[in-house]
T-cell receptor, first 117, second 113 residues
């Protein structure tokens, strides 16, 4: 069975602070992908990043960065110099390889990030 | 129109009603998904269709009936729902292979009275 844990239910920071969202996953497979999605109040999940299990390089995209560590089964997400527009619920998700085609994602419960002006 | 669209965006129905949710993707994908998002619960996968064939039914009650007439359209037919079925229903699509990125629509917010 696979599982994604986002222990932080809600985080509140003041604008311009850096903030890290934690994600810990469990899977027995060696081939899998990890994802981060953003859900603003409008409800739509916006894809942010995909990382495969064989690529542990950290990634940076503007103010966003991701740290993937297989040794601790973690895929953490950092926002640098946070802005009010970053306020949303952020989901970490896991997809396992089944060999049968499309598979559903296993999501964490999400972290509600509040950026105060 | 681009991306994944869902209609209606909001729906209120009684427990004896029959209604349908519609999802359309304009991304040329081959797989489509239904997810349920209830308050304080993780997103739950309901159904997966790959090349119009249902490949996964995640133990969903029969009062939810999916239909996928082609790779671009996905429906969720609702019948005799319960108040606990009130939730945000999200549709997603992806290429048909393993481990592909899923792109989501804006969701239908359903309230069952």
């Amino acid at each position: 069975a696979q599982k994604v844990t986002q222990a932080q239910t809600e985080i509140s920071v003041v604008e311009k602070e850096d903030v890290t969202l934690d994600c810990v996953y469990e899977t027995r497979d060696t081939t899998y992908y990890l994802f981060w999605y953003k859900q603003p109040p409008s409800g739509e999940l916006v894809f942010l990043i995909r990382r495969n299990s064989f690529d542990e390089q950290n990634e940076i995209s503007g103010r966003y960065s991701w740290n993937f560590q297989k040794s601790t089964s973690s895929f953490n997400f950092t926002i640098t110099a946070s802005q009010v527009v970053d306020s949303a619920v952020y989901f970490c998700a896991l997809s396992q390889y089944s060999g049968g085609g499309a598979d559903g994602l296993t999501f964490g419960k999400g972290t509600h990030l509040i950026i105060q002006p | 129109e681009t991306g994944v669209t869902q209609t209606p965006r909001h729906l209120v129905m009684g427990m004896t009603n029959k209604k349908s949710l519609k999802c359309e993707q304009h991304l040329g994908h081959n797989a489509m998904y239904w997810y349920k998002q209830s308050a304080k619960k993780p997103l739950e996968l309901m159904f997966v269709y790959n090349f119009k064939e249902q490949t996964e039914n995640n133990s969903v009650p029969s009062r939810f009936s999916p239909e996928c007439p082609n790779s671009s359209h996905l429906f969720l037919h609702l019948h005799t729902l319960q108040p606990e079925d009130s939730a945000l229903y999200l549709c997603a699509s992806s290429q048909g292979g393993d481990l592909e990125t899923q792109y989501f629509g804006p969701g239908t917010r359903l309230l069952v009275l």
